[in-house]
């Protein structure tokens, strides 16, 4: 069983950073692979960033390359999403999630391939 508790989120202007935190609770954390996703009111949820369970693989969805940076600290057993240049289309709730991985190099990219969730941390972006 792995529990996962975000925190970091808050109200920013356009243009500014926050980084959001996962910390994850479990001896094997460094055998989950671990992604991060957003909810807009009305929307669906959607994919933001992955990491693979070593670390050396990263991912992307296009709306957030380039401006946000998913990291882990298997020492610390967390995740970061570092997200630069904020806009508000960013607005929404960020939950991170994870499952377990096979191979080092594994990332994953829908929700439905994640077994746990956090419980979210929201993010507002004004104009």
């Known amino acids: 069983q792995v529990q996962l508790v975000e925190s970091g989120g808050g109200l920013v202007q356009a243009g500014g950073s926050l980084r959001l935190s996962c910390a994850a609770s479990?001896?094997?954390?460094?055998?989950?692979?671990m992604g991060w996703f957003r909810q807009a009111p009305g929307k669906e949820r959607e994919f933001v960033a992955a990491i693979s369970k070593s670390g050396g693989t990263t991912y992307y969805s296009d709306p957030v390359k380039g401006r946000f940076t998913i990291s882990r600290d298997n020492a610390k057993n967390t995740v970061y999403l570092q997200m630069n240049s904020l806009k508000p289309d960013d607005t929404a709730v960020y939950y991170c999630a994870s499952r377990q991985s096979t191979y080092l190099s594994s990332f994953y990219y829908t929700k439905d391939e994640y077994t746990y969730w956090g419980q979210g941390t929201q993010v507002t972006v004004s104009s």
């Open positions: 479990g001896r094997t954390w460094g055998n989950y692979a």
